[in-house]
Structures are given as structure tokens and as C-alpha cells.
């Protein structure tokens, strides 16, 4: 049982990047699966989450309007697409899986996690 979150890099102020998180081992539309991030020095904190069937989505306040959380249960992968990066965006990101719903707020909840990928936002 895997998760494995790719596709972090370093970008400019306002520029994009689209992370993905694939499973292995297990069928992904079975879990809700959740975005968390975490700078250096901080805690990490729940970035967007997105239901079993990706009929609910949700949002950190801080990544609303900029970021969207998308799957595609045949190819076992979550999405994120991150548009007007910020330098406060910069942080490592993880993918997690939970077996019923979402929460951004109790990371404990989480029963996979991903070993995270690095985003940089230069300003």
C-alpha cells in the first residue's frame, strides 16, 4: 500500500504546477484524499481535500481560488493544480488517504500518507 505524490519544482511568483498523488497497492476511490503542506519551522496544515466520488471538494482559506483538487478513480491519482503560486506556497506537500471523509483540520485521521514532493516559489 502506496502513495507516491510527484511533481513539485521550483517556480516563479504567479506561475503554476500540478502535483499528483498515484496509489498502488490499494483502489483509491475507496478514501477521500487530502493535500496537506508544511513549511520549515511550521505545522503542517491541511491544504484541500476531495471526497471518495470527487462530488466535494475543499479548500484551505489561504489556496481558495487558486488551487483545485481534482481524481480520477480509473487511473488511481489525485490532482492538485496550483495556479498564482505565492511565495508562502512554498512548503513540502503530501497526499493522504482517509477511509471516509475529508478533514483538513486532524492529519491524525489520515490512514496513508505519501512521502512528499517540494514546491519552491521564488519571488
Known amino acids: 500500500v502506496q502513495l507516491q505524490a510527484s511533481g513539485g519544482g521550483l517556480v516563479q511568483a504567479g506561475g503554476s504546477l500540478r502535483l499528483s498523488c498515484a496509489a498502488s497497492?490499494?483502489?483509491?476511490?475507496?478514501?477521500?484524499i487530502g493535500w496537506f503542506r508544511q513549511a520549515p519551522g511550521k505545522e503542517r496544515e491541511g491544504v484541500s481535500c476531495?471526497?471518495?466520488?470527487?462530488?466535494?471538494?475543499y479548500y484551505a482559506d489561504s489556496v481558495k481560488g487558486r488551487f483545485t483538487i481534482s481524481r480520477d478513480n480509473a487511473k488511481n491519482t489525485v490532482y492538485l493544480q496550483m495556479n498564482r503560486l505565492k511565495p508562502e506556497d512554498t512548503a513540502v506537500y503530501y497526499c493522504?488517504?482517509?477511509?471516509?471523509?475529508?478533514?483538513?483540520?486532524?492529519?491524525?485521521?489520515?490512514?496513508?500518507w505519501g512521502q512528499g514532493t517540494l514546491v519552491t516559489v521564488s519571488s
Open positions: 493522504a488517504a482517509v477511509k471516509y471523509v475529508c478533514s483538513l483540520s486532524s492529519p491524525g485521521r489520515y490512514d496513508f
Open positions: 497497492g490499494f483502489t483509491l476511490d475507496s478514501y477521500a
Open positions: 476531495i471526497s471518495r466520488s470527487g462530488g466535494s471538494t
